[in-house]
Nanobody, 122 residues
Framework: VQLQASGGGLVQAGGSLRLSCAASGRTFGDVAVGWFRQGPGKEREFVAAIRWSGGTDYADSVKGRFTISRDNAKNTVHLQMNNLKPEDTTVYYC?????????????????WGQGTQVTVSS
């Protein structure tokens, strides 16, 4: 399966963006899907993840501001990002897990999208 991330852009602090991750070639199946982000010179960090049935997990830094959802019929996962902050500025990646349950560990994911840039101005 190939993953295509989209929806990034430039927004002012307090604004919103909606990222999408579309699967092609194959469906996501019943594995979890996650979003990660990585800035220059920094390690890739967990943002949010969702299992096929809808159970979710969020990093503390985004809890209450970001919402992850999935449309299994359309093989798409979304990340709604509200009340964005300048520190949210970085490249966001979606990934499909090897497992059903959501994980915060990078090595639980074996298929990655190409990344989409999010820039939040102050």
């Amino acid at each position: 399966v190939q993953l295509q991330a989209s929806g990034g852009g430039l927004v002012q602090a307090g604004g919103s963006l909606r990222l999408s991750c579309a699967a092609s070639g194959r469906t996501f199946g019943d594995v979890a899907v996650g979003w990660f982000r990585q800035g220059p010179g920094k390690e890739r960090e967990f943002v949010a993840a969702i299992r096929w049935s809808g159970g979710t997990d969020y990093a503390d830094s985004v809890k209450g501001r970001f919402t992850i959802s999935r449309d299994n019929a359309k093989n798409t996962v979304h990340l709604q990002m509200n009340n964005l902050k300048p520190e949210d500025t970085t490249v966001y990646y979606c990934a499909a897990s090897k497992y059903i349950l959501p994980s915060r560990q990078i090595d639980a994911y074996d298929r990655w999208g190409q990344g989409t840039q999010v820039t939040v101005s102050s």
